[in-house]
């Protein structure tokens, strides 16, 4: 009976302090019952007040209790570790709002420990006993607990559902597969597990191979990070190095300047000095000449005189010029223009290069190129405005709407003189340079129009070979004709299969060297695309034909592009 008792209510033997069963049970004044360590420590930490109290009803006791041992509850302690709670207890078993409880427990319930998918019913540790002792049960299927039990249940004929229905893929029970499911592949429930948990571990062995592969990735570029940071590190010492060179020989030509203006003052100066010099002692001859002349004008004498005016009059030819001409003169400001004209060659040249040096950097792309859109929603994000330069446009090209139009006339249009202008080909080029990601539509109508790019320094004269887009390695074209297409590359024609329509979409990844041409319609459909290296800014260009009435063609604005 006391055997019983304890297994009843276990949880009235915990301490409440620790919350586990008692250990050395005290019964303190008040009659609440604790560990004897667990109030000691709990008094000790009262000890500086003198007032010690219950931690459960609070009433205090002065002095400090002396605690005795409880035999009668130590050995109802004893009693509890043989009926198996004490674990229970002491993992606070107890089931809470959120835990799957035991269906057998009776008051408060105790936290489930196992769900039978069999018996559709979860149990405790000391419930699922029978499971675990009889062998009526060895066919039981034990899980983790489940909150959802039920479901297992057929709503409709109240049975257990073991059966799987392929056709409709959905669980059922016995019944259900001899009623509405009559007829459809139906399999047990285990046997679509196993098929199932084959299929998941292949997709696991497939997760796990993907898992695998991107590992690799990761490391490949941890190693391209450390190796583009090496060659970063690299090209900044050296860029440092070869611009330290240049200052130091700017440095060098300005101090041997610098030394040749003073060597070539100190020149100057001295051969001035020296004339100087010269001229002062002819001045001071000259005084000691006038001195003795004027003294001689004294003489009283006549005889005497004229006897010696031929000697004293006598004078010293000059020694140098009689007069010195102090012209304007420059002295060193030719040097500092000849300075000058230095360093507005070399800031052209640094200009002129820089774009070189800039492209290449900005050219530096070691990860794969970005995936093309797959719909036009997403070219229309790298959409740009392009308009035509007229500086560039062929005679019989006329401009309209904006420069974004360009139409192919039978008389003469007057255009200014100008080196960028076309020739020999009814072309011209946008005003813009394209790089990075790019795309744009052409509109266009006539008999053919070619749709193209090309770099700024194609030919503007001479043979269509020279300057007609798609006839040489600086211009890429794709012709359009009412009835077929055809892609140009270096006098190289290739025909394009695919459906012709009246606007053509142009999409360009500049450092991916990505060029692809699309007909535009209600779908886009791919026409042509190039894979190379583009090594200078591109530009777009329109080549149009006088044939029955002349061509047409109009770079959409991103307005118009929707």
């Known amino acids: 009976m006391a055997h019983q008792g304890a297994q009843l209510d276990g949880a009235k033997f915990c301490c409440s302090i620790c919350l586990d069963l008692l250990k050395d049970p005290v019964a303190i004044p008040c009659g609440h019952s604790y560990c004897m360590s667990c109030i000691n420590n709990f008094w000790d930490e009262e000890e500086e007040k003198e007032i010690y109290s219950c931690p459960q009803c609070r009433q205090t006791f002065t002095p400090r209790p002396v605690l005795m041992k409880n035999t009668m ?18 993992d606070h078993c107890y089931a809470e709002h959120e835990d799957v409880a035991c269906d057998v427990c009776t008051g408060r319930k105790l936290k489930a420990f196992k769900s039978c998918l069999v018996c559709l019913v979860s149990y405790c540790e000391k419930h699922l006993q029978p499971h675990y002792e009889s062998a009526a049960f060895d066919k039981h299927k034990l899980v983790d607990p489940l909150e959802k039990l039920q479901e297992n249940i057929c ?22 597969s001899v009623d509405e499911h009559k007829g459809h592949n139906t399999v047990s429930a285990a046997a679509e597990r196993t098929e199932r948990q084959r299929e998941l571990e292949v997709s696991r062995l497939n997760i796990q191979q993907r898992i695998q592969d991107r590992e690799k990735d990761v490391k490949l570029l941890q190693q391209e990070v450390k190796a583009i940071s090496r060659s970063a590190d690299k090209a900044v010492e050296d860029s440092e190095k070869i611009f ?8 060098k030509r300005s101090s041997d300047v610098k030394q040749q203006i003073r060597s070539q003052q100190e020149t100057e100066v001295s051969r001035v000095k020296e004339l100087q010099e010269k001229l002062q ?9 006038d001195a003795e002349l004027k003294q001689f004008s004294h003489t009283e004498d006549h005889n005497q005189f004229l006897h010696n005016y031929p000697s004293v009059s006598q004078l010293s030819e000059p020694k140098d010029s009689s007069s010195i001409n102090i012209r304007p003169l420059r002295y060193f400001e030719d040097v500092t223009a000849a300075v000058s004209e230095l360093r507005d060659k070399l800031q052209d040249i640094l200009k002129e290069k820089w774009t070189n040096i800039s492209l290449t950097v900005t050219a ?48 003469k249009h007057t255009y200014s003189s100008h080196p960028d202008r076309f020739t020999g080909c009814d072309q011209v080029l946008s005003r813009e ?7 744009w539509e052409v509109e266009w109508s006539g008999r053919r129009v070619d749709v193209a790019v090309a770099y700024k320094n194609i030919s503007r004269a001479g043979g269509l070979n020279q300057c007609g887009f798609g006839l040489n390695d600086k211009s890429w074209a794709l012709r359009c004709d009412n009835n077929s297409h055809t892609f140009l590359f270096n006098s190289v024609s290739t025909p394009v299969s695919g459906p012709v329509s009246s606007r053509v979409g142009v999409y360009l990844d500049h450092r991916a060297g990505i060029l692809s041409f699309y007909s535009v319609s209600e779908t886009m459909t791919l026409l042509h695309r190039v894979q190379t290296t ?7 260009g329109l080549w149009l034909y006088y044939e029955g009435g002349g061509s047409t063609a109009e770079f959409c604005g991103q307005v118009n592009l929707g």
Not at 374 to 381: H, I, M, P, S, V
């Open 73 to 90: 509850l130590a050995d109802l302690m004893e009693e509890l570790k043989k009926t198996g709670l004490q674990a229970a207890a002491a």
């Open 155 to 176: 709503s409709r004929h109240d049975e257990v559902m073991k059966m799987f229905c392929r056709t409709d893929q959905q669980i059922i029970c016995y019944l259900c």
């Open 244 to 251: 330290t060179e240049l200052i130091h020989l700017i440095q």
């Open 281 to 289: 002692q002819e001045i001071t001859e000259l005084k000691r000449k």
């Open 364 to 411: 530096v792309d070691v990860l794969l190129p970005q995936p093309e859109p797959k719909t036009r929603a997403g070219f229309l994000k790298y959409a740009c405005e392009i308009t035509l330069d007229p500086n560039t446009a062929y005679s019989y090209v006329l401009l309209s709407e904006g420069n974004r139009k360009a139409t192919s006339v039978l008389h």
């Open 433 to 439: 340079s394209l790089t990075g990601h790019c795309y």
């Open 534 to 540: 583009f090594t200078e800014p591109l530009y777009a």
